[in-house]
Nanobody, 114 residues
Framework: QVRLVESGGGLVQAGGSLRLSCAAS????????MAWHRQAPGKQRELVVT???????NSAASVKGRFTISRDNVKNTVYLQMNSLKPEDTAVYYC????????WGQGTQVTVSS
């Protein structure tokens, strides 16, 4: 199993930036993909960006060019750099890791004010 802890959320004005972190612990060697999802109030959870073991990424159209995923393999940490934030980016952001099945963190709140 793996434990994921997100951090870095907060309140930011539109146009601002935030960097989310996701620290993984446990059987991290078995992780074959990681992802960020988000869920806004009253909406379904949606994919933000995925990161596979082959270093390929897949981003939602709504965040392309603004959000970037990266990782530090030494620290077992994945980052989500979010730039040019918009009010519609307001959501709880969840970090996930796939080890044959998906494991998710507790989420971190991102609020973008207009």
């Amino acid at each position: 199993q793996v434990r994921l802890v997100e951090s870095g959320g907060g309140l930011v004005q539109a146009g601002g930036s935030l960097r989310l972190s996701c620290a993984a612990s446990g059987t991290t060697a078995r992780i074959n993909a990681m992802a960020w999802h988000r869920q806004a109030p009253g909406k379904q959870r949606e994919l933000v960006v995925t990161f596979t073991s082959g270093d390929s990424t897949n981003s939602a159209a709504s965040v392309k060019g603004r959000f970037t995923i990266s990782r530090d393999n030494v620290k077992n940490t994945v980052y989500l750099q979010m730039n040019s934030l918009k009010p519609e980016d307001t959501a709880v952001y969840y970090c996930g890791a796939n080890l044959g099945g998906w494991y998710w963190g507790q989420g971190t709140q991102v609020t973008v004010s207009s």
